[in-house]
Nanobody, 115 residues
Framework: QVQLVESGGGLVQPGGSLGLSCASSGILFSIYAMAWYRQAPGKQRELVARISSSSSTEYVDSVKGRFTISRDNAKNTLYLQMNNLKPEDAAVYYC?????????WGQGTQVTVSS
């Protein structure tokens, strides 16, 4: 059974930082391309950052220079370090794993940015 379990969300003030984690099980984590998506109320789910199996990365323009995606294949875990958070970063953040036609999602973790 495949499981992607996000953690690390919470409430943070504008300008603050949070680190998200996504622990995986039931997949061969190292061969999967991994990504973080987010969905704010009333908006479509959007890609935030992606990391390939070879650890090449890409980011949506709005988070470049502030967010860092990384992976630890030995721990089967995906990370997202978020710095200088803005109110518009508030959303539910989802972990995503893709390999060929196999796509898996986590249940999401809430990030709230408010003073």
């Amino acid at each position: 059974q495949v499981q992607l379990v996000e953690s690390g969300g919470g409430l943070v003030q504008p300008g603050g930082s949070l680190g998200l984690s996504c622990a995986s099980s039931g997949i061969l984590f190292s061969i999967y391309a991994m990504a973080w998506y987010r969905q704010a109320p009333g908006k479509q789910r959007e890609l935030v950052a992606r990391i390939s199996s070879s650890s090449s990365t890409e980011y949506v323009d709005s988070v470049k220079g502030r967010f860092t995606i990384s992976r630890d294949n030995a721990k089967n875990t995906l990370y997202l370090q978020m710095n200088n958070l803005k109110p518009e970063d508030a959303a539910v953040y989802y972990c995503n794993a893709v390999y060929v036609g196999n796509v898996h999602w986590g249940q999401g973790t809430q990030v709230t940015v408010s003073s």
